[in-house]
């Protein structure tokens, strides 16, 4: 499909990221889902290619200009090939902006280099055992003594979470305050107290590392604050609609190469002496499928033009988010479907299509938040 929000610069960095998927990560994704990480090393060839966070400021290795079709570029070449265990998208997409908007010369020096380079991978910890979606309800503490916060709680489900050597952590600086107690706090690989627990198994994303974070009497220097105290839900309410665009890129891109591989699928096997394409049951599905990825394509593309021109508003991205990743689950349960038994088994890519996605309604705000967050943006309108 003809998609004019790339130029032809875009283009280039297209086909070189796909060059390099299909040269450093595709022939080896099957041995990383088996271990359930990737290697560090990926990170940096990524660094070294241009593909992490270019979007820092020249001074710190990055391209200087802040564009998201770059981001989106990397994440469905990434979709396309079934590559999701390199978390570069959480590392570009979703921590580097609150790198960019909220820290100081001081911390953009000290992790803006690593972060461009692949030295240093991020994670975000919002999620704890207890609360997800309703994020004021945290109760992880940072307590300020002096020029440091000393950190107590428990993160759960955070993607990079072993592979990471700076955590972006949602604290509460004051507990009896719901989301004005609550700030931002980078938590970094070493420091005393701070322990990662299990990599948690999933269903899919099985070469993603996952993981549970524990603080116990964390000291983390002040220095380490993310903008201002008690402005962390504020930041995250600004951020989290790039992240959700982030997950409809991925989505769309997932859909259109599993229907690519299904009308392939569909062309060559037979039944009752004829393509299993050629009955018309089979066309219709095909039909609506390409009319709805399609579709999506159009509102996802006008999305990361209006990101990129500073207009998406938080109701659009939320709906980009749920219908696309909704739409990925319908797309990949029907194409599955079309494969038959086949497409039960593991070594079919479609299966493999088909367990990632099952995931992306529920992060990065459920799809039900998702519809609650329109809906109150509707009352609003009144
Ligand atoms: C693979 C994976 C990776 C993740 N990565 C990260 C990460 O990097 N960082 C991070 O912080 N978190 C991460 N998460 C956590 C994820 O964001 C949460 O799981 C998600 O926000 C939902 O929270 P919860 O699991 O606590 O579910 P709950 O909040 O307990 O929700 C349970 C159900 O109740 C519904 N519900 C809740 N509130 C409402 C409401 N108001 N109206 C209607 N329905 C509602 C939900 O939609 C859901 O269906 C990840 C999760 C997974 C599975």
Redesign the pocket.
């Given at each position: 499909m003809n998609r004019p929000i790339f130029t032809p610069d875009h283009i280039m960095f297209r086909d070189a990221v796909r060059r390099f998927v299909e040269r450093e990560i595709a022939p080896f994704h099957a041995q990383w889902e088996e271990e359930g990480i990737v290697p560090r090393g990926i990170w940096r060839k990524a660094g070294a290619l241009g593909m992490l966070c270019f979007d820092a400021p020249e001074e710190y290795g990055g391209s200087g200009e802040t564009d998201f079709r770059y981001n989106a570029i990397v994440d469905e070449e990434l979709a396309r090939a079934q590559a999701m265990g390199p978390g570069f998208g959480?590392h570009s997409d979703i921590i580097m902006p609150y790198i960019l908007r909220y820290a100081t010369d001081e911390q953009k020096a000290r992790w803006l280099p690593g972060m461009v380079t692949g030295e240093l991978i991020s994670?975000?910890?919002?999620?704890e055992p207890n609360?997800?979606?309703?994020l004021a309800g945290i109760r992880t503490t940072a307590v300020r003594h002096g020029d440091r916060y000393l950190v107590n709680g428990q993160?759960?489900?955070?993607?990079?979470?072993i592979l990471a050597d700076l955590v972006v952590t949602?604290v509460k600086t004051d507990p009896d305050a719901r989301h004005k107690g609550m700030s931002l706090l980078v938590i970094e690989r070493g420091m005393a107290g701070f322990e990662r627990g299990r990599n948690l198994e999933?269903m899919g994303?099985k070469a993603?590392d996952?993981a549970e974070l524990y603080f116990n009497d964390v000291e983390v220097p002040a220095a380490n604050l993310l903008g201002e105290e008690g402005e962390g839900f504020r930041y995250l309410m600004q951020q989290l609609p790039q992240e959700r665009l982030s997950i409809a890129v991925i989505a769309v891109a997932a859909c259109e190469a599993a229907l690519e591989m299904t009308i392939d699928y569909c062309r060559t096997r037979h039944a009752f002496g004829k393509p299993i394409g050629s009955f018309q049951h089979t066309r219709f599905e095909l039909a609506e499928m390409q009319t709805e990825i399609t579709i999506a394509r159009v509102f996802v593309d006008r999305c990361i033009s209006e990101l990129n021109a500073g207009t998406l508003t938080a109701e659009e991205a939320a709906m980009a988010k749920w219908w696309a990743s909704d739409l990925q689950v319908r797309v990949m349960d029907r194409c599955l479907q079309l494969f038959g038994g086949y497409g039960y088994m593991l070594e079919y890519p479609i299966a493999r299509f088909y367990l990632d996605a099952r995931?992306q309604p529920?992060?990065?705000?459920?799809?039900?938040?998702m519809k609650?967050l329109i809906g109150r943006g509707l009352e609003n309108k009144k």
């Open positions: 959480i994670a975000i910890a919002m999620t609360t997800g979606s309703d993160k759960t489900f955070i993607s990079n979470g949602a999933k994303l993603q996952t995931v529920i992060y990065g705000g459920t799809n039900e938040v609650e």
